[in-house]
Every structure is written in structure tokens, then in C-alpha cells.
T-cell receptor
């Protein structure tokens, strides 16, 4: 399978703990995105990488959230001191760099986080 | 980023054609229109993208009028497995990033 993969698929943690999620984009896709989705809502943009550079962050991304893409391939999203409000599905997407037609974002299966 | 408006929900029966219309009055000149499908506990899946007139692929058609202020996703002969949430998005380059702005989508329920 050459799609976007995310690990883990599910994570249950206690409030105050740190969690880290991993995303492996489609090979040779330059752009990588993180989104968050809560029940009944569409995904909300969190942050975006062009290769290893983090070029944009949403205001939703509080100081407790940090994302990295050290070698321009896989990415990690860490949440420190988790809160119950962080419970959501965290989605990763990737896209190739090119014309508008190539801006289609391909999503992974997501990591569902539950903070108790 | 252009906002979109689409119906919250729609019901259909197996074998029927389903048309979901999306309004995007503030679409910019360089914006494309993209539709995604999402099943529960899965990431959104790209269905179709277009700029103007009509686009057709193996799963759907997208109709875009000349003023581009709306678009209609057409799903021919739906089956039970087409039950999902469908999102309409518009966007293009925004500075150095291209954020996808999802609304609440349209929950399509296909009945037997």
C-alpha cells in the first residue's frame, strides 16, 4: 500500500500525559498537512510542511502542540500535557507540489485520541 | 478562503442518481472546487476536482456553471456503500500554504 499511513490508529491516555503521533506521507510528496477532526465536524487545519520546513500554523495549534518533519519525509505531532478537549481524530495528508490540479490532498486513516 | 454552503443531509435509494449542490459565492479566480468523501473512522477520500464546466471520472461528475458560484456533485446509481459524508471545498494557493477548509459536509444516506 503506497498511501498515507498513520501510527497509532488509536490512543487512549490520561489527562496530563504526552502523546506523539507519526505520519508517513506518500513517497515523494513534498507537502504534509495535519488536521484535527471532532465528532460531527469537518477536519480543521492545524499545520503544514513543505519538505522539512513548517510554513504555516493554525491558531488552533496551541503551545502544547508541536510538529516536526526532520528529514522531509515522515512527520510527528506531539501533544504535551493532554487535556480532555484534545480528544479527536488527528488526520495527516500529503500532496505533491505542482499546479492546482496536483494540489489534491491524500489523507491517511487518522489517529483517534481519547483523553480520560 | 472561500466559504461553502451545502445541505446538512440527504437521503436516497439504491440505484438512484444523487446530486449534491454546494454554494461558494466568494470563490476566487484561481480557486478549484474539490469534493471529498468520508466514511466513519476514516480519512477523507478525494472524489473529484474541477475548475469550470463539467468534469467526469469513474465515480462521479462535477457540474460547474459559468459564474462558478456553485457546483453540483452527481453520483450515478448510488449503492448502500455510498453512504458517507461529502465535503465541498474551494481553494488554491494562499501565501505559502493551501489550507483545506472543510465545512460540516452533507451526510448522504442511501436506503435499500
Amino acid at each position: 500500500d503506497t498511501g498515507v499511513s498513520q501510527d497509532p490508529r488509536h490512543k487512549i491516555t490520561k489527562r496530563g500525559q504526552n502523546v506523539t503521533f507519526r505520519c508517513d506521507p506518500i513517497s515523494e510528496h513534498n507537502r504534509l498537512y495535519w488536521y484535527r477532526q471532532t465528532l460531527g465536524q469537518g477536519p480543521e487545519f492545524l499545520t503544514y510542511f513543505q519538505n522539512e520546513a513548517q510554513l504555516e500554523k493554525s491558531r488552533l495549534l496551541s503551545d502544547r502542540f508541536s510538529a516536526e518533519r526532520p528529514k522531509g519525509s515522515f512527520s510527528t505531532l506531539e501533544i504535551q500535557r493532554t487535556e480532555q478537549g484534545d480528544s479527536a481524530m488527528y488526520l495527516c495528508a500529503s500532496s505533491p507540489r505542482g499546479g492546482a490540479e496536483e494540489e489534491t490532498q491524500y489523507f491517511g486513516p487518522g489517529t483517534r485520541l481519547l483523553v480520560l | 478562503l472561500a466559504k461553502t454552503t451545502q445541505p446538512i443531509s440527504m437521503d436516497s435509494y439504491e440505484g438512484q442518481e444523487v446530486n449534491i449542490t454546494c454554494s461558494h459565492n466568494n470563490i476566487a479566480t484561481n480557486d478549484y472546487i474539490t469534493w471529498y468523501q468520508q466514511f466513519p473512522s476514516q480519512g477523507p477520500r478525494f472524489i473529484i476536482q474541477g475548475y469550470k464546466t463539467k468534469v467526469t471520472n469513474e465515480v462521479a461528475s462535477l457540474f460547474i456553471p459559468a459564474d462558478r458560484k456553485s457546483s453540483t456533485l452527481s453520483l450515478p446509481r448510488v449503492s448502500l456503500s455510498d453512504t458517507a459524508v461529502y465535503y465541498c471545498l474551494v481553494g488554491g494557493e494562499s501565501g505559502s500554504a493551501r489550507q483545506l477548509t472543510f465545512g460540516s459536509g452533507t451526510q448522504l444516506t442511501v436506503l435499500p
